[in-house]
């Protein structure tokens, strides 16, 4: 193996890590994102109950219209939080489509580069066959 070849197998060591740890940072981003999908649908959730306790009789209509505004803040402290979070999941995703791609490449390139020696080392082979049986004929016998 020559050094060319060696070369691009370390590189590809290093893609597949890059791959890795692209992977590791999905992840991360999306169960931060999807908790942050949860505080959401608690914050809407939380006013809805509030709400129907207001309606039903179980809390005056005025302690609602005092909380109402704080909750409202939850809700809108959530999404702000899902859209941070979302933008991060964009980002990871990218950046592990990126890292899969120049993974690719470079296992391309050394699948080229492993045929072409293959390919040399064959003709090498059929040369000196070749050479043998020149001499085989050329010497007296």
Known sequence: MNS?????RSLI???KTKVDQAKAIMAEALAREHA??????SSQAAIETERLEAMSG???????????????EAVERARSALHAASR???????????ANADLKAATSILDRRVEEE???RTRRELAEI????????????
Not at 36 to 41: G, L, T
Request: charged share 30%; proline share 4%.
């Open 13 to 15: 060591r290093l893609h």
């Open 118 to 120: 293959k390919e040399i």
């Open 88 to 98: 991060a999941s964009d980002q990871a995703r990218q950046t592990l489509m990126q």
């Open 130 to 141: 070749d050479d043998l049986s020149r001499r085989v004929r050329m010497s007296p016998g």
């Open 58 to 72: 179980h809390a005056s209509l005025n302690d609602f219209r005092q909380w109402l505004p704080y909750g409202q």
């Open 4 to 8: 060319r070849t060696r070369a691009l």
């Open 36 to 41: 942050a999908r949860s505080q959401v649908e």
